[in-house]
């Protein structure tokens, strides 16, 4: 499964040997340039950026590292290796073989969930186009930049299949992937959290280490389709989302070492001390790990939802680590505890496990974000320091759902609109907060040099040293 980097357009997929859709990506590459040339990292085209490339879908060693100029970077198509005789794994057409075409009434849904999923691709480029410009160092410059020219090439990957299984109407869904905008009033991109801004470096590390997480388990629902050629694709994306991912709690973990070193040293928690010291008082950080978790709960959905039932059931996205489980893969029975809101108490009852998909890979999500928080809070603790981070309970701030219509503290109770006004600027960032954020947002891009309210990583990107210089400017 080598790469083919002597084409124009870089793939796996010996895509020469099919004209017609050679041409019809080789017509979309000049559009999806001039995407990203507008709506890319801000005033980078002429900049060198250590990046790394896929060489090869292998697991180990598929990464090449270089300085390339960003518009070079060689975007392509990369599928992971097709399974022998991979089958449908779940739903009613459990053990039939997987399919290498799109079956004919499933076609829209599928196509949906595409766009869906592409959608999120460019929106958090265009999200995060600025953050270039107020980098904490070079080295956090290059991990902004990776991840954007990834998220590039997962829309690329998205288009793909839109263009190679969907015919015009696919064509049509990768230009308005270039056309929708995100926060853009008129055409803004589909999902919520993607059209939120992404202004300063303390929520793209938030994003970064929630968002993406979402991105995690929504691509491994899909890299268990029984579409194979989308189960590939997802397969090779999740090998890269993992960076992304580390970018996002490392930066965090970071910010915290350097306020905690700081609280240790002048023996303070007072957060005004602390911000007059120039670092991130760890309330603070809180309430954007706050907000950020509990926007991007909505994007799993409703916690009961017919459409994620039959998504299941057709076998088009099955559960996070589906083969793993032990069970049926059918759910003809099998239940599932959500939570309900009775008067003013949150219970638990129990439903059927094939209605509560979304509940089911939200609880997943969960689980590995707060595996990052467990991490985080190593940092406090070593240095003594009583403060821990917690996750929210999942009715906190929640827009859709059965918390939608209802105000529900961190702790979990639920609360009446008078004392949500009282409280929600403890709970989360308020414009105070996140200009005093931003007033420490300012550009160093010396090599080795970091900004005040961020520790140095441990180590650098591919064994390079941390004073390497990951961005070069002409
Ligand atoms: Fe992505
Ligand atoms: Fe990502």
Redesign the pocket.
Known sequence: MSIDYSQKIPNNVDLSSNKTLQRALEHWQPAYLDWWNEMGPDKTSTAEVYLRTAISVDPKGWAHFDHVRMPDYRWGIFLAPAEVDRKVNFGEHKGQPAWQEVPGEYRSTLRRIIVTQGDT?PA?VEQQRHLGMTCPSLYDMRNLFQ?NV??GR?LWAMVYLLHAHFGRDGREEGEALLERRSGDADNPRILTAFNEKTPDWLSFFMF?FIT?RD??FQLAALAESGFDPLSRTCRFMLT??AH??FVGESGISRIIQRTCEAMASHKTDDPAKLRAMGVIDLPTLQKYLNFHYSVTSDLYGAEISSNAASFYTNGLKGRYEETKLGDDHRLDTAEYPVMEVVGDRIITRHVPALTALNERLRDDWVKDVQGGIDRWNKVPEKLGIPFRFTLPHKGFHRKIGIFGELHVSPEGKVISEAEWTHKHRDWLPTAEDRAFVQSLMGRVAEPGKFANWIAPPSRGINNQPVDFEYVRFN
Do not use: A, I, N, Q
Request: net charge negative; hydrophobic share 15%.
């Open positions: 691709e958090s991840v990834e998220e997962h970064t993406d991105g995690k890269e989302e992304h991912l």
